[in-house]
């Protein structure tokens, strides 16, 4: 990384007590945005079977239905970045919870299966926008020292949200006369009941939406200064608003609308730093974290398992991906994202080489791999320590990477164009796993580990430190083993 005053964190502020507490609040407040990521994205799960016999869809069409809303979530993330910018942070919030509330009600309303997968494209567009806005917001109002911590809240809201909707899920088919296909007490299809679930977090969400300031930096970027100071005042302390505030202005250098056309560069298209944040998305996914929490149940039925023991592994994959998060909130600010991100993809590695041994070897019966009395704990150990180091450094440390990594001029665009990028991934990865697993379990874990051997080496040549900077300063940053290349337009630090 680039040497110089500018990267050494600032020291001895004097800030008032409560500073910190009011930066954790509105953090939390916009990361509830990143609940509703994860229980909209999980909600469908507890639905799959009903879906089946009530449209009476094949296979491939449920997995349609199922991945559709992937597609709406890449279509709103690319363009909440650039409407971020128009008309602020906090209002592209309450757009995302009117869509969040009028998806869900579609879809518990859906008469077949079109109009359910037009419902869930709606309710991708509100997932998408969510996901960049959370840690944008967060991002820009926390401060240096408290940012990774604050930034790995919108991880920890995903997976709560992801778990949420589990148990409400399990809620409504045990209270209903024959699950998930059965009716609920309420009247109507108990399927329709989870759909209709999510509407409580997303009011929830526009009703603390209008009680949280806009961000410091867009108000500084609209000419707002007098209301810029008062947010900073807030969660960084008076002595260094003024400081603060000369600064943003300085790095926003030219106060104009941020076009997409601003992040090109002269190689590929794209600047360095926007590939950087294109390929961690990517990585993020092509890992497959996303195949334990979509199809972990069917997985592990397919491996031999119960429908009861399969839904109890399912569970535990999903109470050790909340655990794993709290160790990446204490550890992104003191340890550094970069050893986080190195130790994660050696972990993940390891441990999806090792469920490639163990799918790969087991005897197929009826078409499906079935694990004996040691290569089925070992797997389900195996599966579990990859939940673990996923959730405890990819998970959150790229999205508050993602956060913090672009300078403010191109932030807002940037965040969106790498967060397209990954639900575009997420979409291929749930797309294609169905049939390659058919083919060859093996083969889908053997790819996966794969990627994560790239993941560690990409880490280990194209990623800069990001710990401890202002985004002030992001403009300074350097990746590594290219200390003495200069940033394009710039002179070397």
Not at 102 to 108: I, Q, R, T
Not at 152 to 163: K, T, Y
Not at 298 to 326: F, K, Y
Not at 403 to 414: D, Q
């Amino acid at each position: 990384m680039t040497s110089g005053s500018r990267s050494v964190p600032r020291r001895g502020r004097a800030e008032p007590s409560n500073s910190a507490s009011t930066a954790i609040l509105l953090a939390g407040a916009a990361a509830l945005g990143g609940f509703l990521f994860g229980y909209d994205s999980s909600v469908i799960n507890g639905t799959v079977d009903a879906l089946k016999q009530q449209f009476h869809l094949s296979s491939f069409a449920v997995g349609f239905v199922v991945s559709s809303a992937l597609l709406g979530c890449a279509a709103g993330a690319w363009f909440a970045g650039p409407l971020s910018d128009r008309i602020g942070r906090v209002r592209v919030m309450l757009i995302a919870s009117v869509l969040f509330v009028v998806s869900s009600l579609g879809s518990a309303l859906a008469f077949n299966a079109v109009d359910l997968t037009f419902w869930r494209l709606v309710g991708g567009l509100a997932i998408g926008a969510a996901s960049v806005i959370a840690p944008a917001y967060i991002a820009e109002i926390a401060p240096a020292e408290l940012r990774g911590r604050l930034g790995s809240l919108q991880q920890m809201a995903i997976v709560l949200g992801i778990f949420a909707a589990l148990v409400v899920d399990y809620v409504i088919a045990t209270a209903s006369d024959g699950g998930a296909t059965g009716t609920f007490p309420w009247g109507g299809g108990a399927w329709r009941w989870m759909f209709a679930s999510a509407v409580v977090p997303a009011l929830m969400y526009g009703v603390i939406a209008t009680t949280i300031p806009e961000s410091p930096r867009y108000l500084v970027k609209k000419h707002e200064t007098a209301r810029a100071r008062q947010v900073l005042a807030r969660v960084m302390g008076r002595g260094d608003v003024d400081m603060k505030i000369s600064e943003i202005v300085r790095s926003l250098a030219g106060d104009r609308p941020v076009r997409l056309s601003d992040l090109r560069g002269r190689r590929f298209g794209l600047m360095p730093i926007v590939w950087t944040g294109i390929l961690l998305s990517v990585f993020q996914q092509f890992v497959g974290i996303n195949v334990i929490f979509y199809y972990s149940s069917s997985l592990w039925q397919a491996a031999g398992m119960s429908e009861d023991d399969a839904m109890l592994t399912s569970v535990i994959n999903s109470v050790v991906n909340v655990v794993s998060t709290l160790v990446a909130i204490a550890l992104v600010d003191r340890v550094g994202r970069r050893p986080l991100l190195l130790a994660g993809a050696v972990g993940m590695a390891v441990t999806l080489a090792t469920l490639t041994v163990c799918f790969a070897t087991a005897p197929v019966v009826d078409g499906d791999p079935h694990l004996g009395s040691v290569a089925g704990p070992v797997a389900l150990v195996a599966a579990n320590v990859y939940v673990f180091a996923f959730a405890a450094t990819w998970g959150p440390v790229v999205w508050v990477m993602l956060g913090e990594m672009f300078n403010n001029v191109i932030r807002a665009s940037a965040l969106a164009v790498a967060a397209a990028a990954q639900w575009i991934a997420n979409w291929m990865i749930t797309t294609t796993f169905p049939g390659v697993s058919g083919f060859s379990l093996g083969l889908a874990y053997g790819i996966y580990t794969l990627f994560a051997i790239l993941a560690f080496l990409f880490v280990v040549r194209g990623v800069p430190e990001t710990r401890g900077r202002e985004l002030e300063d992001m403009d300074a940053i350097a990746v590594p083993r290219a200390r003495t290349r200069a940033p394009e337009g710039r002179a070397p630090a």
